[in-house]
Structures are given as C-alpha cells and as structure tokens.
C-alpha cells in the first residue's frame, strides 16, 4: 500500500501548480508498478530499454510510458512502437533515429531534449548551442516524425540546494526563451525524489520520482 500511499501524497503536494508525475519506477518488480495502477496511476518512466519492454509486454496496454535514460541509438526501435515521451534525447544522431523507427509505425515521438546543467561531467545531455541547432527549422523538417515538446535536465549530485537551483534556474530560464519561438513547446522535465520542491519553484512542469514512491517508506503529513 505504500507506493499508492506515496503517489497520492505527492499528487497532492503538485495539486494545482500544473506539474505532471512520472513515477520512476526502474529495477522496480511488474507487481509493484501494478499496484499503482490498480489505483488509477498509469504514469510510469524506465530508464533501461529491455526492462521497458518487459514491462510494456507485461502490463495493460493503456499506460503512458517514459523513456528517462540515456538511449543508443541502435536501440531506438525497440521503444518507437510505443514509448509515449523520450526525456532524454541527447544529439541529433539519437532523434534522427528516433524518427526513422517512429516513420515505421507511423508514430510521431514526443521528445525532450535533454541539457547539460550539471557541473560534472558524468552526466549526458547536450549545450544549448547544440539544442538551439537541432530547433531550427531546416533540421526539423527533416524529422516529421518526431516532435520536439520541450526540455530536461538533471542537477549536480550534491546537497547544496543553492547550487541545484541555480542549475534548475538557468535550465528554466532557457527552456521560457525557447517556448517563445517553439509553439510545441509545453514540457520541461526537472526534479527528482530529493529536489523536485525546488524543481517545481524553479518552473518544472514535470517531475520524476522513483524512490519516494517505490523506496519503501511512508510519506504522510
Ligand atoms: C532514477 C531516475 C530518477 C528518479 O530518481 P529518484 O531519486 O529515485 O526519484 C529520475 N530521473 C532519472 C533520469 C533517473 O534515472
């Protein structure tokens, strides 16, 4: 019960502010994503592509699955037929692909572009100039397949909450320039279990929550 416990806990602390739960449910056993939905949550982002797609072969076909990893691009097909929004697009290469394979079932893949706002380098993602390239026009009409809605980032592992809002304040701040230009544009991806009260702060229209919901405790007021 404690995983419908915690996702109820949280959707209410995100009640009204326009932020969408991804429970992030990676390593986590069918069973316990299905207690989740047996309660009406049907949200769920994986970060390893076989493991997605045991999952999505194992489960009720009308849940909404997140692609949260990094993606090889030789394994964009496997997730094309029916991942519903791909986080973590990291360069031009993975979304050419992304779109190759959505073509082949006539899909169109909603996906992020994933920005480096970390101050190590152990984490993937691209720079704003490499994502401003990828968002003109002439590249983008290359890829009818894909649709670009928006942006994710993940913060330096570290406790100093004033470095983590800065990295969710600049990714934010580039992510509102953007949606001027990009009428598509209606996702921006930051926060996780330890950071998403200062992702939400900082403008996150979407969180991604693993081990506050399947982590075992209890979250209540
Ligand atoms: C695991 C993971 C999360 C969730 O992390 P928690 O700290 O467990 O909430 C979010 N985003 C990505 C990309 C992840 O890999």
Request: net charge negative; with cysteine; charged share 30%.
């Amino acid at each position: 019960m404690a995983i419908v416990e915690n996702i109820q806990f949280i959707e209410k602390e995100i009640e009204g502010k326009g932020v969408t739960l991804v429970a992030v449910s990676k390593t986590k056993p069918v069973e316990m994503l299905m207690e989740a939905y047996n309660a009406g949550f049907k949200r769920f982002g994986e970060n390893y592509v076989q493991e997605l797609v045991d999952k999505y072969e194992q489960m009720p076909k009308d849940i909404e699955w997140h692609f949260i990893g990094h993606l090889q691009s030789n394994k964009a097909k496997y997730i094309a037929p029916f991942v519903s929004l791909i986080h973590s697009v990291d360069s031009l290469k993975l979304l050419q692909e992304i779109n190759k394979q959505a073509a082949k079932h006539n899909r169109v893949v909603d996906c992020l572009l994933q920005i480096y706002i970390a101050e190590e380098d152990t984490k993937s993602g691209m720079t704003e100039e490499e994502c401003l390239e990828i968002l003109k026009a002439e590249t983008l009409e290359k890829l009818p397949n894909v649709r670009i809605v928006g942006l994710m980032g993940m913060t330096t592992l570290t406790d100093d909450e004033a470095q983590i809002r800065k990295e969710f304040k600049k990714l934010s701040v580039f992510y509102t320039k953007l949606k001027t230009q990009n009428s598509e544009f209606r996702t921006l991806s930051m926060g996780m279990s330890g950071d998403y009260g200062i992702a939400i702060e900082e403008g996150s229209t979407m969180i991604r929550v693993g081990s506050k919901i399947f982590g075992g405790r209890i979250y209540q007021k």
